[in-house]
């Protein structure tokens, strides 16, 4: 069964730490491009961050960048998402997905409608 499921969200204080985890089972990873996205109550999913399938290269929204790393062990299975700097408004759950890996050299890699497998989500709040 192909599976990716998150963890390592919770509560953190405004400027504060955290590191998502995704990981698969039932494939592996080495072929396709996989994308964090996020999604607050009323709002779009949004992608926030999105790497190779080699691990080489990244992408990240504008609103992340300078403060998230997104990060992947192909051998383990897992990519990871630290997130510094936080702020109230990256409170969402936070998904990732997996999709073909030229997904990673479009112009859309955010678009969610991109990816074929996704994760159950992780709840991360900012707040003080």
């Known amino acids: 069964q192909l599976q990716l499921v998150e963890s390592g969200g919770g509560l953190v204080q405004p400027g504060g730490s955290l590191r998502l985890s995704c990981a698969a089972s039932g494939f592996t990873l080495d072929l396709n491009t996989i994308t964090w996205f996020r999604q607050a109550p009323g709002k779009e999913r949004e992608g926030v961050s999105c790497i190779s399938n080699s691990g080489g290269s990244t992408k990240y929204a504008d609103s992340v960048k300078g403060r998230f790393t997104i990060s992947r062990d192909n051998a383990k299975k897992t990519v990871y998402l630290q997130m510094n700097s936080l702020k109230p408004e990256d409170t969402a759950v936070y998904y990732c997905?997996?999709?073909?890996?030229?997904?990673?050299?479009?112009?859309?890699?955010?678009?969610?409608?991109?990816?074929?497998?996704w994760g159950q989500g992780t709840q991360v709040t900012v707040s003080s």
């Open positions: 997905a997996a999709g073909p890996g030229f997904i990673y050299y479009t112009v859309t890699w955010y678009n969610a409608a991109k990816y074929n497998y």
